[in-house]
């Protein structure tokens, strides 16, 4: 297949949750043609709406250079949940064919294991200078703010948090009001470092979708996402409960077991009495 025709095209970039849950279940040969035939950031699209074992599976059918270049349009924690399942050679390999920058950061995330927050820290987050022009800064949301939600951090020279604009508030400032004019004190910031599952009963969560992460020296490293944290909660309260119930089936077997085992010599009481008299 060489390409895709327009219609097919038109559908994956329109729904591509809805496609990428039909191509996960084609066989190999006609995941590997579809994915030849798409251009990479569509590809990309598709494979950030899978669960990472199926992106793995689709992206298993392709060569090396083209699998580097499909992740570099992948968000960092798609990316990141793809590469922790690939051997570690081959991650080797897809990082040196990654562009410099798209490379150090996924290096940097993989740093993280995936009990802390870093591992989940979402840095593809527009954020602002307390200098700037309310003017500049909306346009610069126009072209960058997909992902970034309504409220924008706002950074020092340093990269330390200075405060936060509301959209709201910077689309009715004037344009050349600065930006530290109309921001707010920002949420309390939490640590890459810190275990994810201290997030989770983060009272700031009440009334933000999103925190902001720093590093040990109070760097800015992107937004942890209310999302996140309650998908991996959940995920691993089911892990829990399908430890529960595994070890509450070896101790149900075990007594069933020993019931038997008990069963017989109650059913048998003289066995030993007549072994004892044929000897």
């Not at 066989?27 to 035939?37: C, L, V, W, Y």
């Not at 990082?95 to 840095?123: C, H, S, W």
């Not at 399908?242 to 007594?255: I, K, P, S, V």
Request: charged content about 20%; proline content about 5%; aromatic content about 4%.
């Amino acid at each position: 297949m060489s390409a895709l025709d327009p219609v097919t095209k038109g559908y994956i970039a329109l729904r591509p949750a809805d496609a990428a849950r039909t191509l996960a279940q084609l066989n190999d040969r006609d995941i590997k043609a579809i994915f030849g035939a798409i251009p990479r950031q569509m590809a990309a699209s598709l494979l950030e709406h899978m669960t990472p074992s199926s992106a793995i599976h689709c992206i298993a059918q392709l060569a090396d250079k083209t699998i580097a270049e499909i992740l570099t349009h992948m968000p960092v924690l798609s990316a990141v949940a793809a590469l922790r399942l690939m051997k570690r050679e081959q991650v080797k390999t897809l990082l040196t064919l990654m562009p410099r920058p798209k490379a150090a950061q996924l290096r940097l995330r993989l740093r993280y294991t995936e009990a802390v927050i870093g591992a989940f820290v979402d840095n593809d987050v527009v954020t602002f200078h307390p200098d700037q022009s309310a003017g500049d800064a909306l346009r610069q949301f126009k072209r960058e703010g997909q992902r970034t939600g309504h409220t924008i951090h706002v950074l020092n020279e340093l990269r330390h948090l200075a405060g936060v604009v509301q959209l709201s508030d910077l689309v009715s400032a004037r344009d050349r009001s600065t930006v530290k004019r109309i921001m707010r004190p920002g949420p309390v910031a939490i640590h890459a470092g810190a275990a994810l599952q201290t997030a989770a009963s983060h009272p700031a969560w009440l009334t933000h979708d999103s925190l902001p992460v720093i590093n040990r020296t109070g760097v800015f490293q992107g937004v942890l996402r209310r999302s996140k944290v309650m998908e991996e909660e959940q995920q691993l309260i089911n892990e829990l409960a399908e430890q529960n119930e595994l070890a509450a089936t070896r101790d149900a077997l075990a007594d069933i077991f020993w019931i038997a085992v008990g069963a017989l010599f109650i059913s048998n009481p003289h066995s030993t009495a007549r072994n004892k008299v044929e000897d």
